[in-house]
C-alpha cells in the first residue's frame, strides 16, 4: 500500500513524500492522514483497506465527484469556511493534466498547515503517472516516510534484536504484535534500572511474568524474590508480615520476628494487587519506600533496608485516586518505571502464537488447526492469557488426545453453561494497533499533566500558601506553570489521539485558562484560588472522567 502525502509543514511543502506500508498495517497509515496540514492522495483499494479507521478517526465523507476538478468546492472549504473537520473525497476522473491543475491550485492556494487533513481517492493510473512525474522532477523517487519507525514510541520499543534477554524473554513473553514487543522491550530496560516498577493490567495478562523476568535479569537485587499478595493476607496481619515485630509488643508476640522487608535484604519484593490495600497500610507501605528503612511492631526507631520494590494491581488507580481509596504520594513513589500489560483482546493476532507454545508444552500428538486458531481469535478472553490456557487445559482433560475443533469447545461451554461472547475487535488482523498505544500515551500524559498542576496548587486551594515548599514561591509556581501550558500545546497538536472532540475541547479550554492566567498573572494567591474554583477545577474533573472512560471504559465515579 502507498500513497503520496503532501505536508504544509515539511521543509518543502511543495515535494510530496511516497509513504509505503506493509498489507495489514491500516491503523499506521491511518495516522499518517491524521495530522493538521497534510494532504493525501491514494487509490480506491489502500482507502477500501483504512476506510473503517478513517470514518473512526473523524474524516467527513465528502462522497464521489465526477471528472470536473474543483478541490475547493467539492471538499465544501466554502459553506461558511467551515474547516473543523477532517475530510475525504473520491474523484472519479481519468484526466491526470486536469486533477493536477485542481489539486495545485487548492493546495497552494487555499490549504494551509492549521486546517485538518485531507484524504483524496484517485484512479490507479493518475497516481502512479503522478509518481512518476516526482521521479522524473529529481531522477530519483520520492523520499520515502518511515512510517512507525519514525514514531516516538519505537524509542522504546527499539531494543537490538541480538540482545540476549530480548531472545531470551520472547520465549516467556510470548507475541509478535507491538505490544508484546513494547512490554518486552520494558521488561529489558526495567531490569537494567533500580528504580521502583508499577504493573498494570488486567487478570491474566501476565503481571507476576514480567515481574519475576525484571528480577531475573536486574543487574542488581537479585538476593532473592519474594512475591507478597496483599489481598490474601489479612489486613490486621500485614504490617507485621511486612515489617516484623519485637518479643511482647502484643499478646501472642512470644519472640522477635523478623518482616519480609528484612529477610528480602539485597533481593525484591512484588508487592502483587497493591491496590487492595487499605489506606492506613498505603501509608506504612510509603513510609517504608520514601525513608528506605522499616520500623518493627514495638520499635521505637528505623532499621534501614535495600530491597527493590516491584508492585501490580488489576485495579484502576488512577479512578481510586479520584475518590481518594489510593494513596497519590504512594502512586508515584512506586511507579518511577510503569509497564502496562494488554489484554489480549488488544492484540488477538499474539492469541495462535501463545496457543501453540502452550500446546507443545505437553507431548501428544493432536495438533491445533489453522481453522480453530482463527476461532480462538474471534473470542474476547475476558480472562486473558489464563482463560486462554485454561480452555486449552480442558480440552485435554475432557477429549484426551485430540487435536481440537470448534465443536469440541461449544460441548465443554454448553456443559458449564457458559455463553460464548466474541471479540468486538473488528480489525483482528491488524498486526501493530499502534494509534491506539500512542492514543492512551497521550492521554495518560495530560492525565499526569493536570495531577502536578493540582499537587502543585494544593497548598493555595486549601488556602495554605505559606506551605509552597514544593514550589518555592509564586515566582517558580508560575514558571512551572509556564512548562505545563508548553507541554498541553505539543500534545494537543494531533487532536486524533484524544478519540473525542468533547475531551479535546475541554482539555484545549483547560490549557486556554492556563496560559491567560500565566500571561496575566494576579498579585496573590486568592486570585489564583478563584481561577481554580471557577474554571479549572470542573473541567479538571471532566478531563479526569473522560480520559478514564476511554482508557478503562465505563466507570462508577
Not at 342 to 370: C, F, M, N, T, V
Not at 391 to 419: C, M, W
Request: proline content about 4%.
Amino acid at each position: 500500500m502507498k500513497f503520496l502525502l503532501y505536508s504544509k509543514k515539511s521543509d518543502k511543502p511543495d515535494k510530496p513524500s511516497l509513504v509505503e506500508f506493509e498489507p495489514g498495517q491500516n491503523k499506521q497509515l491511518t495516522e499518517f492522514c491524521s495530522q493538521y496540514g497534510t494532504l493525501c492522495l491514494i487509490s480506491p483499494a489502500t482507502f477500501d483497506s483504512i476506510q473503517k479507521s478513517i470514518v473512526d478517526a473523524g474524516f467527513i465523507d465528502c462522497r464521489e465527484k465526477g471528472k470536473k476538478i474543483n478541490l475547493y468546492r467539492a471538499l465544501r472549504f466554502d459553506e461558511k469556511r467551515e474547516r473543523s473537520h477532517p475530510r475525504y473525497l473520491i474523484f472519479d476522473t481519468d484526466n491526470k493534466g486536469a486533477f493536477k491543475r485542481g489539486f495545485d491550485a487548492f493546495y497552494t492556494r487555499h490549504f494551509n498547515h492549521h486546517d485538518p487533513p485531507c484524504i483524496i481517492i484517485i484512479q490507479d493510473a493518475i497516481l502512479e503517472a503522478l509518481i512518476r512525474d516526482e521521479n522524473k522532477k529529481t531522477n530519483s523517487p520520492p523520499k520515502k516516510a518511515t512510517a512507525a519507525k519514525d514514531d516516538s514510541l519505537f524509542l522504546l520499543i527499539d531494543v537490538p534484536e541480538s540482545t540476549d534477554v530480548i531472545k531470551k524473554l520472547e520465549g516467556v513473553y510470548i507475541g509478535d504484535s507491538i505490544q508484546a514487543k513494547h512490554t518486552r522491550a520494558l521488561i529489558y530496560r526495567a531490569a537494567q534500572t533500580d528504580s521502583p516498577v508499577l504493573i498494570l493490567g488486567e487478570s491474566g495478562t501476565g503481571k507476576d511474568v514480567i515481574a519475576h523476568h525484571i528480577y531475573k535479569y536486574s543487574r542488581n537485587y537479585q538476593k532473592g524474590f519474594f512475591r507478597v499478595n496483599c489481598s490474601a493476607l489479612p489486613e490486621t496481619l500485614i504490617e507485621s508480615e511486612l515489617f516484623g515485630y519485637l518479643k511482647g509488643s502484643f499478646t501472642g508476640a512470644g519472640a522477635n520476628k523478623k518482616g519480609l522487608f528484612a529477610v528480602a535484604e539485597g533481593g525484591t519484593i512484588f508487592l502483587d494487587e497493591i491496590g487492595d490495600l487499605s489506606l492506613a497500610n498505603q501509608a506504612k507501605i510509603l513510609h517504608a519506600v520514601e525513608k528506605q528503612g522499616i520500623r518493627q511492631i514495638g520499635s521505637s526507631h528505623n532499621t534501614p533496608v535495600d530491597i527493590r520494590i516491584i508492585a501490580a494491581t488489576n485495579r484502576n488507580l488512577d479512578a481510586m485516586m479520584m475518590s481518594q481509596t489510593f494513596r497519590d504520594d504512594l502512586y508515584y513513589r512506586i511507579s518511577t518505571f510503569r509497564i502496562t500489560s494488554s489484554p489480549l483482546r488488544e492484540h488477538p493476532e499474539d492469541i495462535p502464537l501463545l496457543a501453540q507454545a502452550y500446546w507443545k508444552r505437553k507431548p501428544h500428538d493432536g495438533i491445533l488447526s489453522q481453522t480453530f486458531l482463527n476461532y480462538l481469535k474471534s473470542y474476547h478472553w475476558p480472562g486473558n492469557v489464563r482463560e486462554l490456557y485454561s480452555l486449552l487445559n480442558s480440552l485435554r482433560d475432557y477429549f484426551g488426545d485430540i487435536s481440537p475443533t470448534v465443536a469440541h469447545v461449544d460441548a465443554i461451554r454448553k456443559s458449564r453453561q457458559e455463553v460464548l461472547t466474541e471479540s468486538k475487535i473488528l480489525n483482528q488482523d491488524d498486526p501493530t494497533q499502534l494509534l491506539n498505544i500512542r492514543s492512551k500515551n497521550i492521554l495518560i500524559s495530560v492525565q499526569n499533566i493536570l495531577r502536578s498542576i493540582k499537587i502543585g496548587m494544593r497548598p493555595i486551594i486549601n488556602r495554605q500558601a505559606g506551605e509552597l515548599t514544593a514550589m518555592n514561591d509564586l515566582k517558580n509556581l508560575k514558571q512551572f506553570i509556564g512548562q505545563q501550558v508548553d507541554t498541553l500545546n505539543e500534545l494537543c497538536l494531533e487532536p486524533t489521539y484524544f478519540k473525542s472532540w468533547v475531551l479535546f475541547k475541554e482539555i484545549t479550554r483547560y490549557r486556554y485558562v492556563l496560559d491567560k492566567a500565566f500571561k496575566n498573572w494576579p498579585d496573590g494567591t486568592e486570585q489564583l484560588r478563584d481561577i481554580w474554583i471557577s474554571d479549572l477545577q470542573q473541567l479538571d474533573d471532566d478531563i479526569n472522567k473522560g480520559i478514564l472512560e476511554i482508557i478503562w471504559g465505563k466507570i462508577d465515579m
